[in-house]
């Protein structure tokens, strides 16, 4: 099958682009001796999860048990979730541990005590990791020494917990402005985690793993001492937020979407049949601004050296069109041409679709189901 026997629009994944992606990193985390533990965010298909697990990775990440109960089924044995989930979910939890090795991450005190509580209540016992906030500002305990270590001391005696270790994400590493500033991100993230692992072990608390893990600070986490655990997720597609943050190139990028010109309903304007049902709204984030909702490539080839054409602009995204913008002067693509994007955020536009398509250049080499798109719950 050919690309051209696909009906868009359709997302498409590269598949050597992948594997080279899933090679690298594993690779990186191995020289340092830390464990890959991906986050399936970005693609939530098994298939892929496989490739990483073959290559290296000691379990996968999910953020939902949902999720969970999807790689669950497909045979993974070991999941991490760093989300708070509600301790209303140990029905779940427990039928998981049946057949998974399982564990997620608390950062409040009464929900930590509610989860020992129904643990223990029915003889089993969990697994957490502490989260800590290293400065998202999203989950996470504040890692003040003053108050920390009492927390973290408190939980390693919960019952129906086993504390393993200390957990964080630099999600504020996709607002850096330099690779500097990145650096510092990583930097500052490995320290706080050191810091508090030996309060913690000062205190008698048995710490196993320091957990990391973002794609933009990835090549500098893994210059970092201390950690045990990396947990990317984006890097296995990569996609135009990360080309900004300088973390990969745009060959790199594995996941895009053909899309078909529908209309062309002025000189310097064109609509293609992709609106933010398939790319998503997310902005693109960078070093430097990065206006419009993806980059368009005219050879759907994706042929080596090509480069995207940056005079064409998708400046507007309606549910089913993306309009976009020709430049003065540029040709513009007539309705029935087609044109691959890469687009700003890879992790959401998996999530839109039953179903991607494994592609080398223009042949398809097969559907890749995403098995679990939409669990949210
Ligand atoms: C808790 C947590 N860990 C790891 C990741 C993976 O981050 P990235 O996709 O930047 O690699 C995410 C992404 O949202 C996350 O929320």
């Not at 099958?1 to 992606?21: F, G």
Request: a negative charge; proline letters at 6%.
């Amino acid at each position: 099958m050919n690309l051209r026997d696909l009906a868009t629009p359709a997302v498409l994944i590269e598949q050597s682009r992948v594997l080279a992606n899933i090679d690298r990193m594993q690779e990186a985390a191995d020289k340092r001796g830390i464990r890959m533990r991906p986050h399936i965010k970005t693609h939530k298909s098994p298939i892929v999860a496989r490739w990483q697990i073959d290559r290296g990775a000691v379990g996968i990440c999910c953020a939902k048990l949902g999720e969970a109960e999807v790689f669950a089924e497909a045979g993974f044995t070991d999941i991490r979730l760093p989300y708070p989930i509600n301790p209303d979910n140990a029905p779940r939890v427990i039928k998981l541990l049946e057949r998974t090795t399982l564990s997620f991450i608390v950062d409040h005190l009464e929900v930590a005590r509610a989860w020992s509580d129904a643990m223990a209540r029915t003889g089993h016992t969990v697994d957490v990791l502490i989260k800590v906030d290293v400065g998202f500002h999203r989950c996470g305990i504040d890692p003040n020494p003053a108050t920390a270590p009492a927390f973290i001391k408190e939980v390693s005696t919960l019952p129906g917990l086993h504390l393993r270790g200390l957990l964080s994400h630099a999600g504020h590493a996709y607002h850096a402005t330099s690779p500097d500033h990145l650096r510092s991100i990583a930097e500052d993230e490995a320290r706080t985690l050191q810091a508090l692992a030996t309060a913690a072990r000062d205190q008698g608390v048995h710490i196993d793993e320091l957990s990391a893990g973002a794609t933009p600070t990835a090549r500098f986490s893994m210059e970092q001492d201390w950690i045990t655990e990396y947990r990317a997720g984006n890097y296995v597609y990569f996609d135009r937020t990360q080309v900004g943050l300088d973390a990969a190139t745009l060959e790199d990028c594995a996941l895009t979407v053909l899309a078909t010109v529908v209309s062309k309903p002025a000189a310097d304007r064109i609509i293609l049949d992709c609106g933010s049902k398939t790319l998503a709204a997310d902005a693109a984030r960078g070093f430097a601004p990065l206006p419009g909702h993806g980059l368009i490539f005219r050879d759907v080839t994706l042929a080596r050296g090509q480069r995207a054409d940056e005079r064409l602009s998708i400046e507007r995204l309606s549910e089913e069109h993306a309009t976009v913008r020709v430049a003065p002067g540029e040709t513009s693509p007539e309705p029935g041409q087609r044109v691959r994007i890469v687009p700003n955020h890879s992790c959401v536009v998996s999530n839109l679709v039953d179903q991607a398509w494994l592609t080398d250049s223009d042949k398809v080499l097969g559907a890749l189901p995403i098995a679990a798109r939409g669990r949210i719950t």
